[in-house]
């Protein structure tokens, strides 16, 4: 909650607007554990592909062994994160909610080298309850930046995230309104 407050004054709003917004007091929370094993032909395997996460923020730590990938500008970079560092994403409802203010971030998991050494990675990612709808805060609406999304609840958005999981596009792009 801490963190929202600081996105919420990022942008000229009230500290606890996102929080009341999307009633996180009742939000949604999910534990994501990921483990990988040594593996001799990293090249051959891909951790988790590329995509976006469906809540508003994600909060994830490695082991000190890095293998996370943000795509920017076309390009995957590596993120070197010390063990013990906490990385923070920017997920698919803080970008609706925004109405594309700020970006949900593209990334992935790869091996990298002869990674003879157990990765993991432990993320928490929170979002509002199921049935409360996400639409472009008026906010960041007007005549020069129409509503860049549909509205849809966030399990409607949750299931287009689990639908698409191995798909190329993101769950963002079955809301993003084509003008």
Known sequence: MELLKGVSESVGLEPNYFSKALDLDSGLGRFIANLYPPCPQPELTMGIHPHTDPGFLTILIENGISG???LHNGKWWRVYAPP???M???A????VLTNGKYKGAIHRATLYGK????????AIAYGPCP????????EF???????AYTALTYGEC????????YSKITSLDYVLIQN
């Open 68 to 70: 996370l990938q943000f």
């Open 84 to 86: 013990n560092e906490l």
């Open 88 to 90: 923070v994403n920017i």
């Open 92 to 95: 698919d409802q803080l970008e």
């Open 115 to 122: 990674a003879m050494a157990t990765r993991m990675s432990l």
């Open 131 to 138: 049935d409360k709808v996400i639409r472009p805060a008026s």
């Open 141 to 147: 609406v007007n005549e020069s930046h129409p509503p």
């Open 158 to 165: 949750y299931e287009l995230h689990l639908a698409n999981a």
